[in-house]
């Protein structure tokens, strides 16, 4: 059976991850959000985050993250669009921050492997359509 892949689909894994949608700018921009204590085995998630309370996330021994997606049309002659990716993560406490360095300096490069990939994944299905 073929898995369903459509955008309502995503949205649901993502929330079933503990991810939030915190802003979304259609065929612009898709901003996600996370909090949690990523540096433990379980990835320590808040999975009762919405949109709303993300901003005001703060608990001591926590860090959030913010992750976005955005379009620019870079030449509308050529019909050139760039797709971005940023990442944002705030820790709350010396400790969450101590021990986020340490998550940190051993995922990051696997993390910037896996953002290549999805970039690279939406690239080729974007070209295949023109």
Do not use: H
């Not at 309502?8 to 079933?16: E, K, M, N, V, W």
């Not at 985050?49 to 050529?78: C, D, H, M, Q």
């Not at 820790?91 to 990051?108: D, M, Q, T």
């Amino acid at each position: 059976m073929p898995r369903n892949r459509t955008p309502d689909d995503l949205r649901q894994r993502l929330r079933g991850t503990g991810f939030v949608t915190l802003e979304e700018l259609p065929d612009q921009e898709l901003v996600i959000g996370v909090a949690g204590r990523f540096w433990r085995p379980d990835g320590g998630r808040c999975m009762d985050l919405t949109a709303a309370n993300f901003i005001e996330f703060s608990r001591t021994g926590y860090a959030k993250v913010a992750w976005n997606f955005k379009l620019r049309t870079e030449s509308p002659e050529t019909e050139t669009t760039v797709l971005s990716t940023e990442t944002r993560i705030r820790c709350f406490g010396p400790a969450a921050l101590w021990k986020f360095r340490i998550y940190w300096s051993l995922v990051g490069p696997f993390s910037g492997l896996i953002r290549k990939a999805i970039l690279k994944q939406v690239k080729r299905k974007a070209e295949s359509r023109t």
